[in-house]
T-cell receptor, first 110, second 119 residues
């Protein structure tokens, strides 16, 4: 089967750093994605990892360990607008389907 | 680039009627489009994979006769919810994957979503 786990909710303070973890078990692996989704809107792409290691993009970084089935999204210098749901998704080995985790609702407090 | 539109953005319909939702890739061609539904405070659940010129592939538990998908061209896929019931009320989101060349082919680009309310 396929299973992706993320914490349901997290809270952090403006200006701080937060790490959102994602663990996965999928049949095959063709990449791990992180998306940001504000309430009532479609997800927007944040990052893509297909090889082990850290990918940095501005305030956001994403890490992948394929052997451990683990990824994290790191958000630095948090801003109020970063309050959103963060979705971890894995593209499986069979076909092109994306499997989404339950999402982590991040609340950034002043 | 990589803009996907959905129409309508919101629709309210009566129980028993059908609703068609359009998903268009505006500035790129997409052989594959995905249809998702999302309940409040829940994650995206893949309903079906739509490939241009062939029948859609439905996920387990999704009724293909209730959720009709047509992918008539490289820029348009439609989802028709037939004989809608209140439990079909949800946020429906499509995404499109570009043909190789230009845009990253590993990425999916999401439409803005359609909020369906069945009364």
């Amino acid at each position: 089967g396929q299973n992706i786990d993320q914490p349901t909710e997290m809270t952090a303070t403006e200006g701080a750093i937060v790490q959102i973890n994602c663990t996965y078990q999928t049949s095959g692996f063709n990449g791990l994605f992180w998306y940001q989704q504000h309430a009532g809107e479609a997800p927007t792409f944040l990052s893509y990892n297909v090889l082990d290691g850290l990918e940095e993009k501005g305030r956001f970084s994403s890490f992948l360990s394929r052997s451990k089935g683990y990824s994290y999204l790191l958000l630095k210098e948090l801003q109020m607008k970063d309050s959103a749901s963060y979705l971890c998704a894995v593209r499986g080995g069979q076909g092109q389907n994306f499997v989404f985790g339950p999402g982590t609702r991040l609340s950034v407090l002043p | 680039g990589a803009v996907v539109s959905q129409h309508p953005s919101r629709v309210i319909c009566k129980s028993g009627t059908s609703v068609k939702i359009e998903c268009r890739s505006l500035d790129f061609q997409a052989t594959t489009m995905f249809w998702y539904r999302q309940f409040p405070k829940k994650s995206l659940m893949l309903m079906a994979t739509s490939n241009e010129g062939s029948k859609a592939t439905y996920e387990q538990g999704v009724e293909k006769d209730k959720f009709l998908i047509n992918h008539a061209s490289l820029t348009l896929s439609t989802l028709t919810v037939t004989s809608a019931h209140p439990e079909d009320s949800s946020f429906y989101i499509c995404s499109a994957m570009p043909l190789a060349g230009g845009l990253p082919s590993y990425e999916q680009y999401f439409g803005p979503g359609t909020r369906l309310t069945v009364t």
